[in-house]
C-alpha cells in the first residue's frame, strides 16, 4: 500500500474531526506521511479525507477513498457509496439500523454503546475497530493521543470498546476456521 485516504463522516457533534486528527497524529508517530487532505459539511453531516502513506503525500482527494468510518446514518446515506471497490467500511450499527447497500465492500457494523450525553464517544468506539483492523498505528499510539486530549476515562473506554469488539470478532473467525 503506498498511500490510503480514509474518510470520516458523522453528523456535526459526533466529533468526527477530532477522530481524523487523532489517526493523522497517532500513524505520524508510527512513521507514516499523514495529512487530512479535505474537509466540509454537507448539510448536517461533517466528513474529513485523511492521507496515509510510507512515502511523502502526492495524491490529492479526486480519487475514491479506500475506507471509510461512517458514525450517522445520514453519513452512510450521503458518502458509503463513495468508497473505492474492494474497500472497507466501519459503520456504527447504532445509528445505522439498515444493510450495507454496497456488496463489494469489507463491512464491520460496530456495536456502540448509548452515549447521548456525548455522542463524540460512538466515533471514538468507531475508531478503535478502524485501529484494531489495520496497521496503521498501534492501539497503544492511537491510545496516547486520545488519552492526551480527552479529560476522563470516558474516550479511552469508548476506544478500547471498538477494539475489543473488533479483537473478539477476530478471535471468533478464526476459532470457526479451525
Known amino acids: 500500500m503506498m498511500e490510503t485516504l480514509i474518510l470520516f463522516a458523522g453528523d456535526s457533534n459526533q466529533g468526527i474531526l477530532y477522530a481524523g486528527q487523532a489517526l493523522i497524529e497517532a500513524a ?10 479535505d474537509s466540509g459539511r454537507q448539510g448536517d453531516v461533517e466528513h474529513c479525507i485523511i492521507m496515509l502513506s510510507r512515502k511523502p503525500l502526492q495524491r490529492g482527494p479526486a480519487a475514491m ?15 458509503e457509496r463513495t468508497i473505492e471497490p474492494g474497500g472497507l467500511l466501519v459503520l456504527n450499527a447504532r445509528e445505522i439500523r439498515r444493510p450495507a447497500l454496497r456488496r463489494d465492500v469489507d463491512v464491520v457494523m460496530v456495536p456502540v454503546a448509548e452515549t447521548p450525553e456525548d455522542p463524540s464517544l460512538a466515533t471514538l468506539t468507531l475508531l478503535g475497530a478502524l485501529v484494531a483492523l489495520t496497521d496503521w498505528a498501534s492501539l497503544d499510539e492511537v ?14 473506554k469508548a476506544f478500547q470498546r471498538g477494539a475489543f469488539f473488533v479483537e473478539e470478532m477476530l478471535t471468533s473467525a478464526s476459532a470457526e476456521a479451525a
Open 28 to 37: 505520524i508517530e508510527a512513521g507514516w506521511h499523514a495529512a487530512c487532505v
Open 65 to 79: 477513498p479506500e475506507v471509510g468510518l461512517l458514525a450517522s446514518l445520514s453519513a452512510a446515506d450521503a458518502f
Open 143 to 156: 491510545m496516547r493521543v486520545v488519552r492526551k486530549s480527552c479529560v476522563g476515562d470516558a474516550a479511552c
